[in-house]
């Protein structure tokens, strides 16, 4: 069965320094790879995908997540952060034809000023 | 009205009572979810729709009873909750596969006291 680890629980960082969000899967023939943001009491909103083409994926807001197929990882990163950055980080995968999406644990991302 | 809403948005039981979450989505899509977040656990899967039938039941205790009477609406039935069900419930909502991901509903934080 596929599974996701998220090797960090918690990633403090200051204001307007770089991220690495790590996310690991268990292989398989054909995934689909998502990072999902949960602010405090809402819901999770998905932030990028990895369907197929580019292994490189970017959201609007800064970060990209690159699909490395043999090393079965999807890490999220971003040059950048800010404070409203701050928020409950979590990778999923789905395998092709899949009925659910299999989540990591996730990662807070804290940052300081 | 566009996305998945859930209502309500907070709730407070007594351990008799018996009150219902509802879910419903606005994008045309054939599956359903339940999810379970509690503080400092990974989200836990309860139940899974697919085109109205319950195709995943995960060892979810018989005081949680979900229904879903159509493709838009999900509903989650509480009965004689226990304090430790408090949490906040997700619902979710994806077309046949979750290969396209999931659109998440902003959630109900129930409180059992």
């Known amino acids: 069965a596929q599974s996701v680890t998220q090797l960090d629980s918690q990633v403090p960082v200051f204001e307007e320094a770089p991220v690495e969000l790590r996310c690991n899967y268990s292989?398989?023939?054909?995934?689909?790879l998502f990072w999902y943001v949960q602010y405090p009491n809402q819901g999770l909103q998905l932030l990028l995908k990895?369907?197929?083409?580019?292994?490189l994926v970017e959201s609007i807001n800064g970060f990209e997540a690159e699909f490395n197929k043999s090393q079965t990882s999807f890490h999220l990163r971003k040059p950048s952060v800010h404070i409203s950055d701050t928020a409950e980080y979590f990778c999923?995968?789905?395998?092709?034809?899949?009925?659910?999406?299999?989540f990591g644990q996730g990662t807070r991302l804290t940052i300081n000023p | 009205e566009t996305g998945v809403t859930q209502t309500p948005r907070h709730l407070v039981m007594g351990m008799t009572n018996k009150k219902s979450l509802k879910c419903e989505q606005h994008?045309?899509?054939?599956?359903m979810y339940w999810y379970k977040q509690s503080a400092k656990k990974p989200l836990e899967l309860m139940f899974v729709?697919?085109?109205?039938?319950?195709?995943e039941n995960n060892s979810v205790p018989s005081r949680f009873s979900p229904e879903c009477p159509n493709s838009s609406h999900l509903f989650l039935h509480l009965h004689t909750l226990q304090p430790e069900d408090s949490a906040l419930y997700l619902c979710?909502?994806?077309?046949?596969?979750?290969?396209?991901?999931?659109?998440f509903g902003s959630g109900t934080r129930l409180t059992v006291v």
């Open positions: 990895y369907l197929s083409g580019s292994t």
């Open positions: 994008l045309g899509h054939n599956a």
């Open positions: 979710a909502s994806s077309q046949s596969t979750a290969n396209y991901g999931y659109t």
């Open positions: 292989s398989s023939v054909s995934v689909y």
């Open positions: 999923a995968v789905s395998d092709q034809g899949a009925q659910k999406l299999v």
């Open positions: 729709y697919s085109l109205e039938e319950r195709v």
